[in-house]
């Protein structure tokens, strides 16, 4: 089982749910490695006509096969597996613009497919009320550096170095929608080299 | 009163000073011998003549070196300024508001001719003499919000106010207490507070909410905010962090008074009439330590109120380790006789 327990934070670190299948004129699946099991948990309650209506993105990541077959036997109107999210980007924000009033767009993964998703479906004009979230699989996050501004993906230790300057940086919960990142500061700023040591926190 | 403005840096050599004049009205934030978070806010009404109460924006002998800081901080990071693409009204909003209070409360410095939607302006300190088209953002040399905050003294957050919440769709911000603008921009009232420790279980951010949700147009509202800062450094920006947080280290008995200083923020909040946003000024205050312990009742109770605040307070307002020095330092100008209640100096 992939899910996680998230402990209790501060207001802007986004919560999760469970998707459910839900009555629309279409669903938009956007889903990376064992967020696929979200949506095939969910299979087990959706109507017989539920898939012909539905188009799932699937970035399988390191899960390889693991899930792709049988995500593409659930039969939907349009399968698609990619190698990354930034390869699937641009299918993503056109089958985002192809939504009709009443589709769902249905979100499962990692935090920072979540998180990009949601801004391109945000910026999209997809009400937020027609769209689920469940998070899976690993709890790395995406962090930006506050200080070069560069993304870095799927870190798992605090601190981390930026994969762009190279600063040693500390992990926030503070998150940002709008860039689907966490912050992440110098944490030697104050007293310059005195690095503590990683401690892997998330996996 | 004409202003003598100083010509100081805020970077580098830090050559920022406050006169006699700025020392006297410095908005000391203590009101009693003890520091906790509150809504604490009252009407932005004139009060007492001469202090930074007096007028809507105020302006003091810093103006015209602040206003370079802010140049030179674009400069070198143009997002510290940015705008949503629906705010756009708001900022001329805010160019109106401000235009018309300065000329009004100012009119040595500032002049505002209109005709029809023609308008002039004139800022004498900074030299500028513009006409432009009010609500036409080709006539002006920046977006209506950038070209009026980089004339005005303090950052500026500009709220959209939808879903009963305030969303940060825009802002100028170069003199801020570490946060990032760039980061919460199209954040709402209770992410963008999100990092501060306490005060959402004491239920302060619901109520200060429901309170400025509530502001009426021509009925602005006030409260002062403090922090610390080594020497007199306007951009303590997260951005920045990485180069300004080292000045932390170094303190000594010696050099205390003359480096760290005090840093209050005026706040204020108006209701703006055709976007029905919300700005949200956060205006600068910085005093040395030396300077601050000219005024005997201010020197006692700031050594009591930074000795005795909640460590997790001192933690979030980043000098924990600096407090034993500060109030060490403090201490010797504090006897323990009693202060008066009230922020203002018992010689007044």
């Not at chain 2, 302060?204 to 905010?225: C, H, M, S």
């Amino acid at each position: 089982m992939s899910k996680t327990e998230f402990p209790p934070s501060i207001t802007s670190r986004p919560v999760y749910g469970e998707l459910e299948a839900r009555s629309g004129s279409g669903h938009l699946m956007i889903a990376d490695a064992e967020g696929a099991e979200a949506i095939l948990d969910l299979a087990n309650s959706a109507d017989a006509d539920f898939w012909a209506k539905a188009h799932i993105i699937y970035i399988p990541k390191k899960t390889g096969t693991k899930y792709s077959s049988q995500l593409e036997a659930l039969g939907a109107g349009k399968y698609y597996a990619g190698p990354s999210y930034e390869a699937a980007q641009s299918r993503i924000r056109r089958a985002l613009q192809d939504c009709h009033m009443g589709t769902q767009v249905y979100l499962s993964g990692t935090e920072s497919l979540m998180g990009q998703a949601m801004a391109e479906a945000t910026a999209a004009g997809i009400p937020h009320t027609a769209i689920q979230t469940e998070h899976r699989g690993s709890t790395a996050r995406r962090m930006q550096c506050v200080h070069c501004k560069g993304i870095t993906e799927d870190v798992t230790t605090d601190p981390f170095e930026c994969s762009h300057c190279g600063l040693s940086l500390f992990v926030r919960d503070h998150y940002s929608r709008r860039l689907a990142a966490f912050q992440g500061v110098r944490v030697d700023a104050e007293d310059p080299g005195n690095i503590p040591e990683k401690v892997e926190l998330f996996k | 009163m004409t202003i003598q403005f100083n010509d100081e840096t805020f970077y580098g050599d830090f050559t920022f000073k406050n006169s006699d004049w700025a020392i006297k009205r410095f908005p000391f934030p203590f009101h009693e011998d003890s520091y906790m978070y509150s809504v604490n806010m009252e009407p932005h009404k004139s009060y007492r003549p001469g202090s930074v109460f007096e007028r809507t924006f105020d302006v003091d002998e810093h103006y015209v070196s602040e206003m370079k800081d802010r140049a030179r901080v674009l400069a070198n990071d143009p997002l510290r300024c940015q705008s949503l693409p629906h705010m756009t009204l708001a900022g001329w909003d805010l160019v109106e508001l401000i235009m018309e209070a300065k000329a009004a409360e100012y009119p040595d410095l500032f002049e505002l001719h209109k005709d029809g939607n023609r308008w002039r302006w004139v800022n004498k300190p900074l030299g500028i003499d513009d006409t432009f088209t009010f609500l036409d953002e080709s006539t002006l040399p920046y977006g209506p919000m950038e070209y009026i905050t980089r004339q005005t003294q303090g950052d500026f957050a500009v709220l959209d106010q939808r879903d009963d919440n305030l969303w940060m769709d825009a802002g100028m911000v170069t003199t801020q207490a570490d946060w990032s603008l760039d980061f919460d921009i199209g954040m709402n009232f209770f992410e963008w507070h999100a990092p501060v420790p306490k005060a959402h279980e004491m239920g302060i951010f619901v109520r200060a909410l429901k309170f400025l949700l509530n502001i009426q147009q021509g009925q602005p509202a006030r409260r002062l905010n403090w922090t610390m800062t080594v020497n007199p450094l306007l951009d303590t920006s997260p951005e920045n962090y990485h180069k300004w947080g080292v000045m932390k280290q170094g303190l000594t008995m010696e050099n205390i008074g003359e480096k760290q200083h005090l840093r209050v923020e005026l706040q204020t909040f108006f209701r703006l009439p055709r976007s029905n946003a919300l700005v949200f000024p956060i205006r600068c205050y910085l005093i040395s330590f030396n300077d601050l312990v000219t005024v005997p009742k201010w020197a006692r109770r700031l050594h009591r109120v930074i000795r005795d605040l909640p460590e997790e307070l001192a933690t979030y307002k980043g000098f924990i380790d600096n407090r034993p020095l500060m109030v060490e330092w403090l201490s010797q100008f504090d006897d323990g006789t009693p202060t008066s209640d009230g922020i203002w100096p018992d010689d007044d």
